[in-house]
């Protein structure tokens, strides 16, 4: 099995900062693209931002300039540095990565795994 553990929400205020981890455990797996979502009270879950294997990043419209995505293969963690956090980015954040494990037939395909959320909530 494989599990993401989120860690590093909190309250902020506004112009405030944050940083947050995701970091996958298990065993015989390989990780490929690792992401950032958040979803507000009443919204839909929304993409923030996309880190690749080889480290190309992605940007949702709202947070570029703000926010950080980068990753360490090492430790199979991800991050997210947020920076000038505004209340409209309050939300709850999950992070998410494309995990294939190795089965006795070899590599099984890339599968979606998520993690269990950690509240963002930035008072003005």
């Known amino acids: 099995q494989v599990q993401l553990v989120e860690s590093g929400g909190g309250l902020v205020q506004a112009g405030g900062s944050l940083r947050l981890s995701c970091a996958a455990s298990?065993?015989?797996?390989?990780?490929?693209?690792m992401r950032w979502y958040r979803q507000a009270p009443g919204k839909q879950r929304e993409l923030v931002a996309n880190?690749?294997?080889?480290?190309?990043?992605n940007y949702a419209d709202s947070v570029k300039g703000r926010f950080t995505i980068s990753r360490d293969n090492a430790k199979s963690t991800v991050y997210l540095q947020m920076n000038s956090l505004k209340p409209e980015d309050t939300a709850v954040y999950y992070c998410?990565?494309?995990?294939?494990?190795?089965?006795?037939?070899?590599?099984?395909?890339?599968?979606?795994?998520w993690g269990q959320g950690t509240q963002v909530t930035v008072s003005s």
């Open positions: 998410n990565a494309e995990i294939r494990r190795i089965l006795s037939t070899g590599w099984g395909p890339y599968d979606d795994y």
């Open positions: 298990g065993t015989l797996f390989s990780i490929n693209a």
């Open positions: 880190i690749t294997r080889g480290g190309n990043t």
